[in-house]
């Protein structure tokens, strides 16, 4: 029988109407005559809420009892959606990271999957039951709960998909499908069937919030088919999947960006890069200067690291100036390599005054950083100019 | 190294300044070079919570979703506790009661201990860490997830106690001790150092919410020292032992009773009373009819279950009066079989036009039912004439 992996993310099961809806879509879906696997979040609000209960308790929360906090989220959601399936006559089972057997590292807040024993999933499968499971979280070998990081339930159905040997893994989200940017700024922006791995992979990482990166790496090493498809549609969404040749071109911005500048010696670049967490920021080095663009929330917890790292001690000097930037990433058929496409970009957007203060060529795509008050109107003209055409 | 079993109910973890102060007690005691385990409840409130999550999605929801929705009350405390004892320098680990090794049958919703595998919270102990523990849950052989029901925080603590062998169960909760009657009814009422087993058990199955009778049972059966104290002062409390001679003499009562009178065949009531949920209604017979006393919050579910079991179908008259009683339950030395202290009990009740319903010598105890309008000025009359004396 085909298996399908589901996974819900925080919004789409936000309210106990959205967990029957979606307890009624998987009713319908189970008729089919498939093996389905459910991975949920928490509830949306959840995890922020517990976080800011082990805040008033902690500004820098022991993380083996953070993750132990954290992981009750999940198994919420996932009781409730069992329990709703009851309801509709579905013999469902949920099950937590460690009860699914998804076996992890022992990094606290940002582990990673070393192995999945499914044996009790794959039994419940056999059964006819319809499984659910916690996304975010595991178990270390030392028998302590983990979770995975950001975007750690889309990294969870990717990584049952891979080692229940699945057809397909359907990321369902609140938004129905890959856009050429964000329909929320560029109207005419348009949707996408198919995406290959690798631009769906730079737009995750240059800001498209659709799939997690991480999710999307795991997917590409191991050829697992994902689509992205709306959890208030049920409708066909995008495809990600291997494509020799995409004609996909899309954009993805990440917007309250904030410069560090960094002054020291070059040499001491690369021991300070490894130092702080690098998930936090992407960076430059302009004229022997270190320069990390992050996004405005993780600001105070990269000066902190940036601070404490023994490498730096005494070395650096830090500037922070007072602005806010934005980022504007194209992916799209030989976008990075065609200096004729650069050039006619510049050219639009500096007659438009638009300062571009950074260029940079990824292989599959290009970035610009450019000032916050600029981004709408910088991807209302990229998009118009070089994408709808 | 003495070892102590500490249990904090909902209330005294119902907000993050109490968890706080539970943790700052916690350091004090830490210091004395004592052991401890520290077994917690939900939240207050988040229990309910959680229930009316479930309810709305389905009025009788699956029983071992239900565990799996409930536990996650528990684990958030634990892990809040946790962080705050970290935050003050204690060296503390929480455990799930499934991590605990607390080993129950498959009854979900009111599953019972069969054995407590304490190995990783001994380990923990041996590393002079303070281990916090989920209480009110277990898990079964089948690995699932249950819970124990009413009361299971204070049966998870004195379990606990039991296979930890643990010198003392601190029982924390919101009174300061056992009381001779509610201070909150009976102003004048007077708190004990020692009570007995017996004298315990029995005032709290007769509604002294002070501790759970299964927790008592357990205590009893295996002689675990059990002190009742307050999370907000921490002074000495009320020791539960053995006795030989008690010279407690106390009330206990219940309020907001229904009498459900069932006429049928004598010979059906063995069968009928097997049959329905024992836990939620004590009964008398009487001019060969069955009458169930129970709490008003139970009337619906108990009435259910008489009508659906199989024993009763179309056999029984089911009536239901509209009056709202009491109980009023008293032990003490050679209460229950002192003719004399009946007879003027009965008197003093009598010339102060209060009617009793029924009256029932249970041993260790007398207790009385009486309409729920008379329960405050009979409980005053009762405590004034034989308990302060």
């Known amino acids: ?125 056999e059964k006819g039951k319809l499984v659910i499971v916690a996304g975010f979280q595991g178990v270390s070998l030392e028998k302590e709960i983990t979770t995975l990081g950001r975007g750690g339930s889309d990294t969870s159905a990717v990584a049952l998909s891979c080692y229940l040997n699945a057809s397909k893994c359907e990321i369902y989200t609140d938004v129905d499908a890959v856009y050429s940017a964000d329909p929320r700024i560029v109207k005419t922006a348009v949707s996408y069937k198919h995406i290959s791995y690798e631009q769906m992979l730079y737009l995750a990482y240059q800001g498209s919030g659709v799939l997690q990166s991480r999710a999307v790496e795991f997917a590409y090493k191991y050829h697992i088919a994902v689509e992205v498809k709306s959890s208030f549609t049920f409708k066909e969404g995008t495809m990600v ?71 730096m001690q005494g070395k650096s000097e830090i500037l922070l100036d007072g602005k806010s930037y934005a980022s504007i990433a194209i992916t799209g058929f030989r976008v990075a390599y065609d200096n004729d496409f650069i050039t006619s970009l510049l050219d639009v957007l500096s007659s438009h005054s638009i300062t571009v203060y950074h260029l940079n060529n990824d292989g599959i795509g290009l970035s610009l950083l450019l000032g916050h008050h600029n981004l709408n109107e910088a991807i209302n003209l990229i998009h118009n100019r070089f994408i709808e055409v």
Request: charged share 25%; glycine share 4%.
């Open 1 to 125: 029988m085909q298996l399908i992996v589901k996974k819900f993310g925080g919004t789409s099961v936000a309210t106990i109407d959205r967990i029957k809806a979606i307890a009624n879509h998987l009713a319908k879906e189970k008729q089919k005559d498939l093996s389905i696997v459910v991975v949920v979040s928490a509830m949306a609000k959840t995890t922020d809420q517990l976080i800011s209960l082990a805040k008033e308790i902690s500004p820098k929360p022991h993380a083996r009892e953070l993750d132990m906090l954290l992981t009750a989220g999940e198994r919420i959601t996932m009781s409730l959606l069992s329990l709703a399936l009851h309801e509709l006559g579905v013999q469902s089972i949920s099950f937590t990271g460690s009860q699914s057997g998804i076996i992890t590292d022992t990094i606290h807040g940002n582990a990673r999957i070393q192995t999945v024993n499914a044996f009790r999933i794959k039994e419940e499968l």
């Open 241 to 311: 999947e291997n494509m020799e040749c995409s004609k996909v071109k899309a954009i993805a911005h990440k917007d309250n960006l904030r410069i560090i500048e960094i002054k020291c010696l070059e040499e001491d670049f690369s021991t300070l890069l490894k130092s702080i967490k690098t998930e936090l920021f992407t960076y430059f080095i302009y004229q022997s200067n270190l320069f990390l663009i992050v996004e405005d929330k993780y600001l105070e917890a990269l000066q902190a690291d940036i601070i404490n790292s023994k490498e």
